[in-house]
């Protein structure tokens, strides 16, 4: 049976006003209670509006800075577009002259290790040249360009020639190959060696390096200014001059893409 004690127990007062009210608005973290007619009072009471607040700023950490995630391109990379990209830049570097690059950095960026054999080779070339004047043909100068004396000089190349006798004569391609002492002031005349056309260029430089008894330390050090560069004369009607431009032979390419019959290769260093 219900008590007059029970029945007074029910409800709770007003914090504000002190009224009875029977469905209170109470607190749980400060256990104040508010009537019905104090509801908003109860709604931005310092418990309250804390709490809120609390949970827009939990809300706010969890949210995601959109912009400052990576893009997607650079996630998952198109790699079509990359290989194509490196290939077209390839194919305009493989037909660019260092000359070329040269004037293009103007002389304002540090020149690089190939850059600087490219300006040794130019610099020998004008002191083998002196000698060459006195002794015609032995270094590839003073060449002429009729059709008799290109098949006499092939002639002559290939019968010369060194190289790996595995190679099939069908894969073989033939060149006049000049090297430079690291502390010669002129290139030491020239070699006929022959190579295999599907052999990388790095293989025919370690070849053609072996075969003329050259340090080659390409495999070896990290070193650019170390390694053995080589480049290929452009051919030109008239006599060979260190005026004459030259292109640099990537050493990741293939010989049959890079190498002809009768081309003139120099090797060097590029030593500052």
């Given at each position: 049976m219900t008590t007059v004690e029970g029945m007074l127990d029910i409800g709770k007062h007003c914090t504000i006003c002190r009224q009875l009210?029977?469905?209170?608005?109470?607190?749980?973290?400060?256990?104040?209670?508010?009537?019905?007619?104090?509801?908003?009072?109860?709604?931005?009471?310092?418990?309250?509006?804390?709490?809120?607040?609390?949970?827009?700023?939990e809300r706010e950490k969890m949210k995601v800075?959109?912009?400052?995630?990576?893009?997607?391109?650079?996630?998952?990379?198109?790699?079509?577009k990359i290989r194509a990209e490196a290939q077209t830049k390839y194919e305009k570097d493989k037909k660019?002259?260092?000359?070329?690059?040269?004037?293009?950095?103007?002389?304002n960026e540090k020149l690089a290790s190939i850059e600087v054999a490219m300006l040794r080779l130019k610099k020998l070339l004008g002191n083998t040249r002196v000698v060459a004047e006195s002794r015609p043909g032995i270094f590839g100068f003073k060449k002429t360009s009729?059709?008799?004396?290109?098949?006499?000089?092939?002639?002559?190349?290939?019968?010369?020639?060194?190289?790996?006798?595995?190679?099939?004569?069908?894969?073989?391609v033939y060149v006049w190959v000049h090297f430079n002492d690291d502390e010669d002031c002129k290139f030491n005349g020239r070699n006929s060696q022959y190579f295999s056309k599907k052999w990388p260029v790095g293989k025919m430089?370690?070849?053609?390096?072996?075969?003329?008894?050259?340090?080659?330390?390409?495999?070896?050090?990290?070193?650019?200014?170390?390694?053995?560069?080589?480049?290929?004369?452009?051919?030109?009607?008239?006599n060979v001059t260190a005026d004459e431009e030259f292109v640099y032979i990537p050493l990741n390419g293939r010989v049959?893409?890079?190498?002809?019959?009768?081309?003139e290769i120099y090797i060097l260093r590029g030593k500052r």
């Open positions: 009210d029977f469905l209170p608005f109470e607190c749980r973290i400060c256990s104040k209670c508010f009537c019905g007619k104090h509801r908003d009072e109860y709604n931005q009471h310092k418990c309250v509006v804390d709490a809120q607040r609390k949970k827009v700023l800075d959109v912009s400052q995630l990576p893009k997607a391109s650079e996630l998952f990379p198109d790699l079509e660019k002259t260092i000359g070329e690059r040269l004037s293009k950095d103007g002389g009729s059709k008799a004396s290109q098949v006499v000089e092939m002639n002559k190349l290939k019968r010369s020639a060194i190289g790996d006798g595995k190679v099939p004569i069908g894969d073989r430089l370690d070849s053609s390096a072996q075969l003329a008894n050259i340090k080659n330390l390409n495999n070896q050090t990290v070193d650019e200014s170390l390694k053995l560069a080589m480049f290929k004369r452009v051919k030109k009607t008239g049959e893409n890079e190498i002809r019959d009768g081309d």
